[in-house]
């Protein structure tokens, strides 16, 4: 957490006013690698594909949407609250002593004892009013997930698009829950984005293409550079399901906190899709242009949030170690390192004059220019080189070329490899070239 502060990556939100619970500001690395991991996201889920379309639906949606997804009745956590401090706890939180709402129950805040009231439902969604008027009538949602823009939109995006079933919908956006207990830093959030795809199928079929959607996910994640030690799944108990999943594995990461998870995919059946149909009293079902068929199809949702997955691969980059080799100093010296993906890493490059002098400043300068037109990189020119680098390496920015003596002779540069350290001389016409095929994957 301190390095994402220090280096601008994540900091709290409204900060100067001693901050808001539970939300975060990404700053000019952060935003960076988010949006190279929501990028990659749909590259793979919509350009790749030919079955799955995206789709940016509006935060704000009818009342009714709430109602019919079950969020309104069924989107809560069981909460107590200590009549004597007035702190509210989930009936779960395993510093309670006894049982809420009985003598023998002891408030973990304030130590008193019999003040905690029996377990009551606690809804997550965030309300608003739409409109000049603020009453009942005028109440609107923040949207707890972005599933159901996908739903309420599904045969208008099969129809203007011309998709048969097997077919997906994708979309990434913020959703908002009013958590009880948030915290682990960007983990648990009340504002954050996912990255949401609903596969619509025909029933029958939704087994294998759950089996389908677990193995494509799980090679996403793998291809983000994740340690595969630290990956695992973890199938839902019955008691664990959420109200519209008739089966869900996550898949989650070893935090330094524990295992959690930070994606899920769901079989949802027709819960959605049938309870819209009711609720708004229009057919969603689809017609099957080969067979005339008509049917409501099975969804299977694949659903990860852009914030957790960037936690994950913040985690999993960070490393504490002794610097070895050439930049060793004596006695050994210490460095922080992000071991991001290079194409995740918010900067590609670092460029750096040896000394502000001899021509070598305007050289880099000119190198500086003619890669910012590829890739997103940074010029570096205070402080010892030992020093640009260390900075470089907590940003996780995997290449640094610096412009020496020789540079200004012929027209060649160092790079030099984050990971290895190892430096190789690269002819400056070369560099564009060079740096694409490393950053390539
Ligand atoms: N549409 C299904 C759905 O929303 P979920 O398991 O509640 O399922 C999916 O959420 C993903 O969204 C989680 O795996 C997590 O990555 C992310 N997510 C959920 N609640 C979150 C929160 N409060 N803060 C940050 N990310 C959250």
Known sequence: MSLAKRRGFVFQSSEIYGGLGSVWDYGPLGVELKKN???RWWRSMVHERHDIEGLDAAILM?????E?????SGFTDPLVDCKQCK???????PRIKGTPGQPDAQCPV?????TLTAPRQFNLMFKTFMGPVEDQAAVVYLRPETAQGIYVNYLNVQQSSRQKIPFGIAQIGKAFRNEITPGNFIFRTREFEQMEMQFFVKPGTENEWFDTWRAERMNWVKGLGIREEKLRWHQHGKDELAHYAADAYDIQYEFPFGWQEFEGIHNRTDFDLSNHQQHAGKKLEYLDPKTNEKFLPYVVETSAGADRTTLVVLCDAYREEEVRGEEAAEGGEQRVVLKLKPSLAPLKAAVFPLVNKDGMPELAHRIHDDLRRHFNVFYDDGGSIGRRYRRQDEAGTPYGVTI???STQDQTVTVRDRDTLKQDRVSTGKLVEYLTQKLAG
């Not at 019919?68 to 309104?72: M, R, T």
């Not at 702190?87 to 939180?93: E, G, K, P, T, V």
């Not at 304030?110 to 019999?114: E, L, R």
């Open 37 to 39: 991991i929501k990028e």
């Open 62 to 66: 009818h009342p009714k949407v709430w």
């Open 68 to 72: 019919a997804s079950g969020h309104v």
């Open 87 to 93: 702190n509210r706890f989930r009936a779960d939180d």
């Open 110 to 114: 304030c130590g008193s004892k019999g």
């Open 404 to 406: 020496d003596g020789q």
